[in-house]
């Protein structure tokens, strides 16, 4: 029965022994080398020792190819000194700023029409010094908190201001007190949870009209080695209003301030643009000689020591004022302040925030 069984299997079938042959060859091919991949990063692994290993040695290469980069311009700089030829130029960095998209109101040092605009607005009288200003500061309604110590300090950064209790009284209440006395601008300082959050700056008697966001306000008790602030007119810095908007509102900051500084009191008020925020800074200065030691090898015994030749320099020290805050414009409104039937010259919309790019002011 054996012997029929083994006749009777297909002569196809392959047999134990091939099966083995064809492993054997199998094994004896060589496998293909892996090529080389990317680099793995260290977001990549999971445990997290080898994390951190991977991750501090990317980070020291990188320095170190940075230095010697560094190294390696410094070098070619002062060889092209020494030869008499003119040094290459400087590297720029690449910011947010400087690739800012392009945009049809940017101010430009001949654009006539920007200062016959200038001549006819409504802060031409106190910037040409024909009306002297003067700040009614008020609140909202129900005012605590940071609140009286935030008006308090910003009444001592604004000459010739003044607080006015608001009482129950509406806005429009209190735009026609101002009219009536004479004032030249509005201030409301408002506030939210104890805490103020904005501010709206009414230009006097035919508006216009800016909502600022206010936020990251620091007083002066809580700033470290803070100085304490003069009596006299303070200088004023507008930094980076380079459209037709933001000469506009730097133009109606600007008439917040006297036009006639005294330099004498050493105090300077600082509003600086940034990407659309304006950061406030109030700061005294002083000038100050001082003598730097700088080595000087002979020429006749270049192995001795160097010789030291004191040398004045007259260097700038700053103190912080207080308070230190940071505004965002929200609307601009033609006239004074009237939510129904105002109109506005420019709101802003979450549908603009559409590129970090874009810059309004």
């Not at 509102?249 to 300077?268: E, K």
Request: charged share 35%; hydrophobic share 30%; net charge positive.
């Amino acid at each position: 029965m054996a012997k029929e069984r083994k006749r009777r299997q297909p002569t196809d079938a392959p047999s134990p022994g091939d099966d083995d042959g064809e492993r054997r060859e199998h094994r004896r091919e060589k496998k293909p080398r892996k090529e080389r991949g990317d680099p793995v990063l260290p977001s990549q692994i999971k445990n997290k020792d080898k994390r951190k290993e991977v991750h501090a040695k990317l980070k020291s290469e990188k320095k170190a190819q940075k230095r010697r980069l560094a190294r390696e311009r410094s070098q070619a700089v002062q060889r092209a000194i020494e030869l008499g030829e003119q040094p290459p130029e400087k590297q720029v960095p690449r910011t947010i700023e400087n690739t800012r998209e392009p945009d049809e109101t940017v101010c430009r040092p001949d654009d006539q029409e920007l200062f016959a605009g200038n001549d006819a607005d409504e802060f031409n009288a106190v910037l040409k010094q024909q009306t002297m200003p003067k700040v009614l500061i008020t609140t909202c309604r129900f005012n605590s908190g940071r609140g009286p110590a935030f008006i308090e300090e910003l009444m001592q950064v604004i000459p010739n201001s003044c607080y006015v209790k608001r009482g129950t009284y509406e806005l429009k209440k209190i735009v026609e007190y101002a009219n009536n006395r004479g004032f030249t601008s509005l201030v409301v300082v408002h506030t939210n949870q104890r805490e103020p959050d904005a501010l709206l700056i009414i230009n006097l008697p035919d508006g216009p009209t800016a909502h600022f966001k206010l936020s990251k306000l620091i007083l002066r008790k809580d700033i470290k080695n803070h100085g304490n602030p003069t009596s006299h007119k303070p200088e004023l810095v507008l930094n980076n209003f380079t459209t037709r908007l933001g000469h506009r509102i730097g133009r109606m900051i600007q008439s917040l301030f006297p036009q006639d500084p005294n330099f004498r009191g050493r105090r300077v008020v600082t509003f600086h643009n940034q990407r659309d925020y304006i950061f406030f800074r109030h700061h005294r200065y002083i000038f100050e000689m001082k003598e730097n030691k700088i080595a000087s090898k002979d020429k006749k015994a270049k192995a001795s020591e160097s010789k030291s030749q004191p040398e004045k320099q007259v260097i700038c020290r700053l103190q912080e004022c207080g308070p230190r805050f940071t505004l965002k414009l929200l609307t601009l409104q033609h006239g004074t302040f009237d939510t129904k039937s105002g109109e506005y010259e420019w709101v802003h919309k979450p549908d603009m925030d559409t590129s970090r790019r874009r810059f309004f002011l």
